[in-house]
T-cell receptor, first 121, second 114 residues
């Protein structure tokens, strides 16, 4: 399977615990994105990496959230001191990168993993 | 501000019916990209199509077709002769040329019964 892989698929934790999710992007993709999706809503952007550099964070990414992408390969998303409001599906996506002109067709399609569903009790 | 609206929350059809999913977007950018993704019960978002703002040609791929109209800021998706396997949540999304974050609508849940 050469798609985006996320682990674990499901995580149940108690309020106040720390959790970490992993994402393995498509191997040749240099960009990696994290999104959060709550019930009945579309995914909302959290952060993205160009290789190992974290270049953008949304306001949704509170201080309790941290993401890393060491060596520009896999990425981890950690949530510290989880709250019930953190319960959601966390989706990872990867792409070849931003298009620089109208002919760069392939470079801005984001391919998603199956997500990690977090339940905070 | 960038925004995507999918006014239809849920649609139910019987197999072999045609169904159109509506998408209306807002942006002040002149160059942007529009996407449709399918999310089956397994949870993975499956890429279906991308259109550039400067290309208003409609596209057909098998039973799927897309109608892009800049004049009405719409990018509608039609499934012809629907099948049970088409049951899923469908998302329309917008990407600015200078942006990285996809801006999604709330999705339309399509249920196809046999």
């Amino acid at each position: 399977d050469t798609g985006v892989s996320q682990n674990p698929r499901h995580k149940i934790t108690k309020r106040g615990q720390n959790v970490t999710f992993r994402c393995d992007p498509i191997s040749e993709h240099n960009r990696l994105y994290w999104y959060r999706q709550t019930l009945g809503q579309g995914p909302e952007f959290l952060t993205y990496f160009q290789n190992e550099a974290q270049l953008e964070k949304s306001r949704l990414l509170s201080d309790r959230f941290s993401a890393e992408r060491p060596k520009g390969s896999f990425s981890t998303l950690e949530i510290q001191r989880t709250e019930q409001g953190d319960s959601a599906m966390y989706l990872c996506a990867s792409s070849l990168g931003r298009p620089y002109g109208p002919t760069d067709w392939a470079k801005n399609i984001q391919y998603f993993g199956a997500g990690t569903r977090l339940s905070v009790l | 501000a960038q925004k995507v609206t999918q006014a239809q929350t849920e649609i139910s059809v019987v197999e072999k019916e045609d169904v159109t999913l509506d998408c209306v977007y807002e942006t002040r950018d002149t160059t942007y990209y529009l996407f449709w993704y399918k999310q089956p019960p397994s949870g993975e978002l499956v890429f279906l199509i991308r259109r550039n703002s400067f290309d208003e040609q409609n596209e057909i791929s098998g039973r799927y077709s897309w109608n892009f109209q800049k004049s009405t800021s719409s990018f509608n998706f039609t499934i012809t002769a629907s099948q049970v396997v088409d049951s899923a949540v469908y998302f329309c999304a917008l990407l600015r040329q200078a942006g990285t974050a996809l801006i999604f609508g709330k999705g339309t849940t399509l249920s196809v019964s046999s």
